[in-house]
């Protein structure tokens, strides 16, 4: 990995962290265009680039999240424990699929179906007044966001998709999967983190220096995503659309193009 690399994965990271449409995801395939998949500082820097995207949250949103009662945490902390549990369990499972674009293609093509699906059943049955979030929709969409553990499936998609089912008010749910962000990619970088301390004999300073300047990236870029773009999230349909053509797109290259090591 060079440095041109890792300012353009800390871009795509800022950009699509906040969209139900997988940035783990995106920037395993522009890895994989890069040759740079088969890596394990590739792996990593995939990782704790989010870092700079969760700082990113916390800066813009520091009044509304250092400044809440104590059931707002309560709340994150019930969505962010089953995630947490699973994840340091089935750790290896997580970092098996991280060098396997047709998995997470995959992901992106049903995931995308299942967008469009729940966005008619919210649009068809909740006619009333939505919901706002309480403590069980709080514990439920943080089993729905253990599915985001499988690369490609995306942690924004499956809080909002939860909170959907559940007839929560959708700009409630967008506001708090983004707060939610915070601890559940937080806690993944720190034990990412620990585990490639010990894993990577030849960890370098220009190891550290891209991993510093691809969250600097991220960092901005996530800034002016959420400033700018965070209100089209509402449209839920348009990311399940971008979501079964990209999928798709990456399908038929997998099986009809078949590039050398990046498949």
Same mark, same amino acid.
């Given at each position: 990995?060079?440095?041109?690399?890792?300012?353009?994965?800390?871009?795509?990271?800022?950009?699509?962290?906040?969209?139900?449409? &997988?940035?783990?995801?995106?920037?395993?395939?522009?890895?994989? #265009?890069?040759?740079?998949?088969?890596?394990?500082?590739?792996?990593?820097?995939?990782? &704790? /680039?989010?870092?700079?995207?969760? !700082?990113?949250?916390?800066?813009?949103?520091?009044?509304?999240?250092?400044?809440?009662?104590? *059931?707002?945490?309560?709340?994150? @902390?019930?969505?962010?424990? $089953?995630?947490?549990?699973?994840?340091?369990? @089935?750790?290896?499972?997580?970092?098996?699929?991280? *060098?396997? $674009? !047709?998995?997470?293609?995959?992901?992106?093509?049903?995931?995308?179906?299942?967008?469009?699906?729940?966005?008619?059943?919210?649009?068809?049955?909740?006619?009333?007044?939505?919901?706002? #979030?309480?403590?069980?929709?709080?514990?439920?969409?943080?089993?729905?966001?253990?599915?985001?553990?499988? $690369?490609? /499936? &995306?942690?924004?998609?499956?809080?909002?998709?939860?909170?959907?089912?559940?007839?929560?008010?959708?700009?409630?749910?967008?506001?708090?999967?983004?707060?939610? &962000?915070? $601890?559940?990619?937080?806690?993944?970088?720190?034990?990412?983190? @620990? *585990?490639?301390?010990?894993? !990577?004999?030849?960890?370098?300073?220009?190891?550290?220096?891209?991993?510093?300047?691809?969250?600097?990236?991220?960092?901005?870029?996530?800034?002016?995503?959420?400033?700018?773009?965070?209100?089209?999230?509402?449209?839920?349909?348009?990311?399940?659309?971008?979501?079964?053509?990209?999928?798709?797109? @990456?399908?038929?290259?997998?099986?009809?193009?078949?590039?050398?090591?990046?498949?």
């Amino acid at each position: 990995m060079n440095y041109i690399q890792s300012i353009l994965l800390g871009i795509i990271e800022g950009i699509t962290e906040f969209f139900p449409i &997988s940035s783990t995801g995106h920037m395993i395939f522009a890895a994989s #265009i890069m040759g740079i998949i088969k890596n394990k500082i590739t792996n990593l820097f995939i990782v &704790s /680039v989010q870092f700079g995207t969760i !700082l990113s949250v916390i800066f813009l949103y520091r009044k509304k999240f250092f400044f809440q009662k104590w *059931d707002f945490y309560i709340k994150i @902390f019930l969505a962010t424990f $089953p995630v947490g549990i699973l994840g340091f369990f @089935f750790n290896r499972i997580t970092n098996f699929f991280l *060098d396997k $674009p !047709l998995i997470i293609a995959l992901s992106l093509l049903i995931g995308g179906l299942l967008i469009l699906k729940v966005e008619v059943f919210y649009e068809k049955n909740f006619f009333h007044k939505k919901n706002g #979030i309480t403590y069980f929709t709080a514990f439920i969409i943080g089993l729905f966001q253990c599915m985001a553990l499988i $690369p490609g /499936v &995306s942690r924004s998609a499956t809080t909002i998709v939860a909170g959907m089912l559940q007839n929560v008010n959708k700009i409630k749910t967008i506001e708090f999967s983004l707060f939610l &962000s915070v $601890p559940v990619i937080g806690i993944a970088t720190c034990k990412k983190l @620990f *585990d490639y301390y010990f894993q !990577l004999s030849s960890f370098t300073f220009k190891d550290i220096e891209l991993l510093l300047l691809g969250n600097i990236v991220s960092f901005i870029t996530g800034m002016i995503t959420i400033k700018c773009f965070i209100k089209y999230l509402k449209n839920f349909k348009l990311f399940g659309y971008y979501r079964i053509i990209l999928g798709t797109f @990456f399908i038929i290259v997998h099986y009809l193009i078949k590039p050398i090591e990046k498949f």
